[in-house]
C-alpha cells in the first residue's frame, strides 16, 4: 500500500488557476499510472486525468485545454495544473495509483466568484 497526500485546492474565482500536488510515501511514479479524480456533490467520482509512465497524458474532455497533468519521479509527486476554472470544476480531488488502488484523502476545489 502507498500513502498518497494532496494539497493545494482552495477557494478560485472563475477563470482563476490553481496547482494541485499529491506526493506518494514511496518511489511509486515511474512504476504506476497516476491519475486525478473529482467528485462534486450529488455526483459520482469521474476521472480527469491520468498519465502512465513513458506514456502521454489523458484527459477528460471538459478539461481538454485547461488542465496539464505531471509528474517529478524525483519528488514522488504528481500536479495537476488548473486553469481558466469555471463553477463546474468545483468539486473534492482525489489522487490515485493505479486507477483506485490506493487514494489520497481529497483536497477541496471551490469556483466562485
Known amino acids: 500500500q502507498v500513502q498518497l497526500v494532496e494539497s493545494g485546492g482552495g477557494l478560485v474565482q472563475p477563470g482563476g488557476s490553481l496547482r494541485l500536488s499529491c506526493t506518494a510515501s514511496?518511489?511509486?511514479?515511474?512504476?504506476?499510472?497516476m491519475g486525478w479524480y473529482r467528485q462534486a456533490p450529488g455526483k459520482q467520482r469521474e476521472l480527469v486525468a491520468y498519465?502512465?509512465?513513458?506514456?502521454?497524458?489523458n484527459y477528460v474532455d471538459s478539461v481538454k485545454g485547461r488542465f496539464t497533468i505531471s509528474r517529478d519521479n524525483a519528488k514522488n509527486t504528481v500536479y495537476l495544473q488548473m486553469n481558466s476554472l469555471k463553477p463546474e470544476d468545483t468539486a473534492i480531488y482525489y489522487c490515485?495509483?493505479?486507477?483506485?488502488?490506493?487514494w489520497g484523502q481529497g483536497t477541496q476545489v471551490t469556483v466562485s466568484s
Open positions: 514511496r518511489s511509486i511514479l515511474s512504476i504506476y499510472i
Open positions: 498519465i502512465a509512465p513513458g506514456g502521454s497524458p
Open positions: 490515485s495509483r493505479n486507477m483506485g488502488a490506493d
